[in-house]
């Protein structure tokens, strides 16, 4: 049986990809989650890693520091003296805008379809006859 876990939360610092002996890629990244208010305030670590398909993809250029995710994935603990938490990635979703350090370069920019109407176009399609 193993542990499921969800969880929001920032990235400390961008995401590494790493290539594994047998071939495959890994992507590792640290994720802050705050929990409780006030005076109870505190900061739970999880350390993350991917792997596969999505490791090998363009992730790595989404993921900086500073990014809020949304993640789910498998929790396990590790370590000896200082416990930390360890999640192995199932799925990830980037929460909110970009941050302004990260730069235009790192998020590529959608293309327009050639068969997509100008804005104008759509709103000519509009009866001119509305009140208000």
Request: glycine residues 10%; hydrophobic residues 35%.
């Amino acid at each position: 049986m193993s542990n499921s876990i969800s969880f929001t939360g920032m990235l400390g610092k961008d995401a590494e990809q790493k290539f594994l002996p047998s071939g495959g890629a890994m992507l590792v990244f640290n994720v802050a989650n705050n929990v409780g208010f006030g005076d109870k305030k505190q900061t739970l670590w999880f350390g993350c890693s991917v792997y596969g398909k999505q490791a090998e993809s363009t992730l790595v250029d989404y993921l900086k520091k500073g990014q809020a995710v949304f993640v789910t994935g498998e929790l396990s603990q590790g370590g000896d003296k200082n416990q930390f938490l360890n999640v192995r990635v199932n799925s990830i979703d980037l929460v909110g805008s970009p941050k302004p350090e990260q730069t235009a370069q790192a998020r590529p920019q959608p293309t327009r379809r050639n068969n997509a109407k100008e804005a104008s176009d759509v709103y000519d399609d509009f009866n001119d006859s509305i009140p208000f």
